[in-house]
């Protein structure tokens, strides 16, 4: 998976550029939770302690950071981000329309139209997908919520593993390994349909004088439906992963709510504690639901990176 991403790379010379791009963006997600972590840990002390000038500073801290981290995410985006995914889409684009053109007769007519205009247009747009920098982005807010976690409370951190291990498991062996493949289905029926869509148009007038009109409409509805089961097989299992999430993650929450509140009740745990680790927790299971859906998308975008990396390597007319 990473040799055929960095193939892309290599070929529109922004490999340098597009890990800097990672780089620069993974700290956004933590830097967001941690604020709110202390805001609502020192907030809350503050109310139980009837200190209103520690509820002030509190108010200060969260009003700078969430404007600092405003500033830096727009930044990132505005200047680093759009231009460059632009920029390498563009000429790659450009490339993989040169290389086609420059393919045999034979090799052309060996696939459908629709083949190659999916190509130009679908399967370009796979490597630059979102979901490579929100992956870097979820790691980095997995692992340092993690750590926050264990330093704040070793047990609230334990319960916390407790659902979201089994989510990430599931939905890696449930639903992410099957979407590769159920994608490249999805986009060799939508190639068809195209194909097949061209022919009931241009072929229109021809298959009008030969009583053929029947014949084509027939086949875009068989590619048509084709085409329908393919997707609802990618919306089934993106259902499931949505029906799954209230069993981890608001159970999560409530199993915490139940045990945290023995622990104030017995001076373990403040109240303000426990909010940042509510917090915190979020931070870990949006990081794992981030990556989780990042893979599914990765894993669907790898049949067109695969497209892709199979038209390059062709040999062209000399």
């Not at 939905?171 to 390994?177: G, N, P, Q, T």
Request: a positive charge.
């Amino acid at each position: 998976m990473f040799r055929e991403m960095g193939n892309i790379l290599k070929i529109t010379r922004g490999g340098r550029r597009f890990a800097l791009l990672v780089i620069l963006r993974s700290p956004i997600s933590i830097a967001m939770t941690f604020v709110n972590a202390v805001f609502l840990q020192q907030a809350f002390n503050a109310v139980v302690q009837n200190s209103g000038s520690r509820l002030t500073i509190a108010c200060f801290f969260f009003g700078v950071a969430s404007l600092c981290t405003f500033l830096y995410n727009g930044t990132v985006w505005s200047v680093c981000a759009a231009p460059l995914v632009a920029n390498m889409e563009s000429r790659l684009r450009i490339m993989l329309f040169n290389k086609i053109s420059s393919l045999s007769y034979e090799r052309i007519e060996a696939l459908p139209q629709g083949e190659w205009m999916t190509r130009l247009n679908t399967d370009v747009q796979a490597p630059f997908s979102e979901a490579w920098p929100h992956t870097a982005i979820a790691v980095v807010n997995i692992s340092v919520s993690s750590v926050i976690l264990w330093l704040l409370n070793p047990a609230v951190f334990g319960w916390i593993l407790l659902f979201v291990i089994p989510h990430i498991l599931f939905s890696h062996f449930f639903i992410a390994r099957a979407m590769q493949g159920l994608n490249k289905k999805s986009l060799e029926a939508t190639a068809k349909n195209t194909d097949e869509l061209t022919a009931l148009i241009t072929c229109a007038d021809v298959a009008a004088l030969y009583d053929g009109y029947g014949y084509l409409l027939k086949r875009f509805e068989k590619s048509s439906l084709d085409l329908f089961r393919s997707n609802m097989k990618i919306r089934t299992r993106n259902a499931l992963s949505a029906g799954i999430l209230p069993l981890f993650g608001l159970g999560g929450y409530l199993t915490l709510l139940v045990v945290g509140s023995g622990w104030i009740a017995g001076g373990r745990l403040t109240f303000g504690d426990l909010t940042a680790a509510f917090e915190l927790r979020g931070g870990v299971l949006l990081g794992s639901l981030t990556l989780i859906n990042c893979l599914i998308s990765i894993q669907a975008s790898m049949a067109g990176v695969r497209r892709l990396n199979e038209t390059m390597a062709e040999k062209t007319v000399v």
